[in-house]
């Protein structure tokens, strides 16, 4: 059976995944355990997530730079309301995830309405998000609550020892959800067809202003709950941190096979990136002399070797339609 | 009668596109819209699909008036339409393209089995069998405007507007497209046919409908015409009215005067089969075609635009350099292209700044014109060409087309070159300023000047040129001279099947 | 002279009105002193410390002149200031010193502008690869440590005082009096803004886009270079993790505060420097006029939106069709009336 050509990228991602694994594990046999992944899954859960709502964005042809921002204020948020207020964290949760959605919608409207460059408008959204962290604390804020004990203690211990998490469990439930909605849903359909072409979109009958403002909310959803994530992971609210989250989350969509112009990708292909991500982190650690700068400029490497490799699928499939401009 | 049109009219500031045109197409009938650029078929098919609101006159489907907003509502109507680029999307698979808009769904989910089910049923009648799962881009254009069809009849069913289909196919891709059309018929669609290649009309159509200026020339049934009256309709002259008046008293020596450039077995396969070409000292050349028969490929192949696969430029010093616009403008080459907006006009930029871009792209950065010089030249230019404006610092964006055009040439007269290519330089200009232009030509040869001049209009090639090579299939195929340039001669090369083409091989 | 007044004049009453915002809330901010033969105040603090993104700035409006966008400048900052710690103290001396900061920002810009203009690659994700990468060769440099050397004549580029002037505060001005002459003497400028316009439209004409798409970026790497080399000497020591982060991002905003369009075509570098004046009387002004810091974020993210929007075209246009709208609107209801009366 021949593979159908659209899977050409994510293979990729997920054979460049699977070979540096194996590079790994034959200079380190330790990391070929389920303790291994289970924290690599711990460890990026909040990027995970936060990637995703990012794949939807970038699929769509836009750009979101205000999830770093975001996730730091969801932290600092949901940290000072609980030290401020009696509330339960899960309702805490829930007037956050409405506070940050409807934060990604109101970027989504500017965009759509005022015809501005998504790039511009969120960056805006990142100085807002950041100013606002900043404006509830500048400190960092411990968050002690039993429910997060609670949560922080639990965890489903897979064979070998491993520990899959609450977090790293989320995690890959939002992967999961995301890869419905992006390839299983009239909506998905629909952002798909505004990153191929705004143009022919509309000429196919969708509504332009009301999926861009969705999908920004839903990025907006994905940053808070990923900052959720990340105050569990933490346990505290900070607003300086997760700076350049928005440009890891980016480089993992585009390593994971996502054309940043849009149009073309698979949501699991940014789990794996992000995952390649994590991958080369701990490879580092083991190895113990390298530094971690080596992780910025492998990932640089990587996202140069998916931006050519990209570049030349798209003249290869458009060697077909040219003749009529040669 | 699904579809009856009558006295639409449609203006935009400064051009009147459409000018009570009248338009019917039956049940079961394919219908040709010809016409040359501008003429108005783009207009009426955006006034049918909503694209467009009609300033006045009315549209009835089916007995029923209607005044389509949009495409999805014209389309929900009953008017489905393909375009030439092809209006789904290359990056979603065949099946997804298909069903857009109307997935089968299961527990709110997409069902991606049923999916690909719907999409190979309504692909079944078309005599596809293409894997629905992949990327419609992955497959040709000819099978893309085949899948296009397969979801405008689903979705509309009663009227198809294709509209230059065949533009980008070859020989068979066109035959299993008309397979595809002449099925559609037979079931009972009314499909419009839009398409400047007139074997096609003549293959294909039962009646055809011939626009220009914005005016319904004729209707007609296809068989009860030949392809001498039908270029007549098309390009606007009635054989039988002789001389041209207006007809350029041509210098018989022309032929004798020294040559500036000449052309040996220059050309491209696929783009201009190569030719032989020898430009006088001030001659004009004009070149005569219909619409994508490569006479927009002949000036770009010479302005170095697209690189010739062989042959050569040469004048008496030797070999001309001509590889790529930088080259072609230092060798003393010109070039006004068709589509002012994307390729000539720098529309942010002041008139003065776009009349001396080519000159002080030539000097290089570090040898700016001084700014007196500038103003000069803009002043010079603005007088001499009657440029219509509140003056030279005005964004070029801002004047109407025909000023445009005389900034466009400006720029190109102020580099002074020995041989200037103008394609379609009166399009879209007002008659005051059509005029002026062609008059400009003629004093640009009296100073000596060479210009190969392409146009739709004959008219305007009978009036100006020395010469006349008519291009044909992506091939010139005949050239013309002394009293061979008429409309008559002209038409007959232009409609000639076989008998040119051997001629052309003996 | 006259029209260049009147395009910087909107960024001049910005700043005018900040200036004067802040006045009112601390009023030494006007204060100049003159000290040991500097000047001193906090207008004087200002212009010293927005040199940074105001050398960003210049490079960055000639990037965005051509369509593009160059996100990788506050990374070449870092690698620059990085080979200029580590050569003056390896003992290499000013000259080399400086030569090798400034080719290494030339360099990156070339390596940008091939991708851009070469490969074809988008720019905004052509300086991506550069951004996400380069702070990791600047810490390969350093070693990862933060790289202190003492030597006084690199130190001046970023504490030394000219003229009664801090030293940072000269440079981007001169700089930009440079560029814009350079541009503006030269046909420079009126080709950069050929190809950010038309691009295709100007190589027909017999522009070179090609050479000059990179030698934009160039420019951008030797200001960012510029800035790297300020920003080192001024904290003596060579931070690869924080030197230039985020400063990408305030440069872009200053080219857009200076009314330059991001879709390219005319530009202005003195509305740009002026726009990155206007960031930073922001910054140390929310600082003086006693407001906590964290107010800065938000104050700056509002002004951003507010220019925004004033700026959209839609914005333009919706009036327009609102001004049409009503008026058919009056004229349908008046022929509504007069066939009621008939």
Sequence with gaps: ?326 | MPLTIRSLSKSFPGAKALDCVDFDLRAGEVHALLGENGAGKSTLIKCLTGAYRRDSGEIMLNGEAISPSSTSEAQALGIGTVYQEVNLLPNLTVAQNLTFGREPRRFGFIDGTAQRAEARRMLSGYGLDIDVGRDLGAYSVAIQQIVAIARAVELSGKVLILDEPTASLDADETRMLFDVVRSLREKGLGIVFVSHFLDQVFELTDRLTVLRNGRKIVTEETARLDRVRLIEHMLGRELSMTEDAARRKTDPNVATRPEVVRFENFGRSGVVEPFDLTVHRGEVIGLAGLLGSGRTETAELMFGVRTAASGEARDETGRIAHANPREAIASGFGFAPEDRKTDGIIAELSIRENIILAMQARRGWAKPIPRAEQDRLAADYIEKLDIRTSGPEKPIGQLSGGNQQKVVLARWLAMNPRFLILDEPTRGIDVGAHAEILNLIRQLTDEGMSLLVISSELDELIAVSNRIVVVRDRRHVAELTGDDIATGPIVRAIAAEAAAQAEKVA | ?342
């Design chain 1, 1 to 326: 059976m021949t593979v159908n050509p659209r899977f050409y990228p994510l293979l990729a991602t997920i054979a460049i995944f699977v070979l540096a694994y194996t590079v790994c594990w034959i200079q380190f046999p330790a990391m070929l355990s389920t303790r291994v992944v289970g924290n690599l899954l711990t460890d990026n859960a909040y990027l995970g997530i936060v990637a995703v709502g990012m794949t939807v964005v970038i699929l769509s042809g836009g750009i979101d730079l205000s999830v770093g921002s975001v996730i730091a204020f969801s932290g600092v948020f949901i940290a000072v309301v609980l030290r401020e207020t009696s509330l339960h964290p899960l309702a805490v949760f829930v007037l956050l995830l409405a506070v940050t959605t409807a934060f990604g919608a109101l970027m989504g409207l500017i965009i759509h309405s005022l015809a501005m460059p998504a790039f511009i408008v969120t960056l805006a959204g990142m100085f807002l998000a950041r100013g606002a962290a900043y404006m509830l604390t500048i400190d960092s804020v411990p968050i002690s609550d039993p429910f997060y004990d609670f949560i922080k203690s639990s965890y489903y211990l897979m064979p070998g020892k491993g520990r899959l998490t609450v977090i790293a469990g989320v995690m890959l439930l939002t992967v999961l959800v995301g890869a419905l909605v992006a390839h299983r849903t009239r909506f998905g359909a629909s952002m798909f067809a505004l990153g191929g072409g705004e143009q022919t979109a509309r000429l196919m009958g969708v509504r332009i202003g009301r999926l861009t403002v969705l999908i920004y909310a839903f990025s907006g959803f994905m940053a808070g709950l990923s900052g959720i994530v990340f105050s569990i992971y933490t346990g505290s609210g900070y607003p300086l941190a997760t700076v350049g989250t928005e440009l890891t989350a980016i480089a993992a969509v585009v390593i994971g096979g996502t054309i940043l112009t849009g149009g073309a990708g698979y949501v699991v292909g940014t789990l794996f990136g992000v995952l390649t991500m994590g991958l080369i982190q701990t490879y580092i650690v083991f190895d113990g002399t390298l530094s971690s700068w080596w992780t910025k400029i492998v990932i640089g490497l990587l996202l140069l070797l998916f931006i050519v490799l990209q570049k030349g699928l798209l003249r290869i499939s458009s060697a077909g339609q040219s003749v009529r401009h040669a």
């Design chain 3, 1 to 342: 002279m006259f029209r260049s007044l009147s395009r910087i004049a909107p960024q001049l009453i910005t700043l005018g009105a900040i200036v004067l915002l802040v006045t009112a809330f601390f009023p030494d901010f006007i204060l100049i002193g003159y000290e040991r033969e500097r000047l001193v105040g906090p207008i004087i603090d200002v212009l010293k410390r927005g040199a940074p993104v105001a050398l960003l700035a210049i490079g960055m409006t000639l990037v965005i002149a051509t369509r593009g966008i160059d996100l990788s400048v506050g990374t070449v900052m870092a690698i620059s200031g990085a080979i200029g710690a580590w050569a003056i103290s390896s003992g290499l001396g000013l000259a080399p010193t400086l030569a090798l900061a400034i080719g290494a920002g030339l360099l990156c810009g070339l390596w940008n502008g091939c991708l851009v203009a070469v490969i074809g690659i988008q720019p905004i994700v052509a300086t991506l690869i550069l951004m996400t990468s380069g702070r990791g060769i600047a810490q390969l440099i350093t070693e990862g440590r933060i790289l202190t050397f003492s030597d006084p004549s690199f130190a001046f580029f970023g504490s030394g005082t000219l003229f009664g002037m801090p030293f940072p505060a000269v440079l981007w001005v001169l700089l930009a009096l440079v560029v814009t002459l350079l541009m503006r003497r030269t046909a420079l400028g009126i080709l950069v803004e050929a190809i950010g316009v038309n691009r295709s439209a100007s190589a027909l004409a017999g522009v070179n886009a090609r050479v000059l798409l990179i030698a934009v970026y160039m420019a951008a790497g030797l200001c960012a270079a510029f800035a790297g080399i300020v920003a080192t000497a001024d904290i003596r020591g060579a931070d690869a993790n924080n030197t230039g982060l985020w400063l990408e991002l305030d440069a872009i905003l200053a080219v857009v505060i200076g009314g330059n369009s991001l879709l390219g075509g005319r530009f202005s570098i003195a509305a740009s420097v002026i726009g990155a004046m206007i960031i930073q009387t922001i910054d140390t002004g929310i600082l003086l006029a006693g407001f906590p810091s964290e107010y800065n974020l938000v104050i700056k993210a509002g002004l951003v939106l507010i220019i925004l929007v004033v700026q959209s075209p839609n914005l333009a246009q919706s009036w327009r069709f609102v001004k049409d709208e009503s008026r058919r609107r009056r004229e349908r209801s008046y022929e509504a009336r007069k066939e009621l009366r008939s």
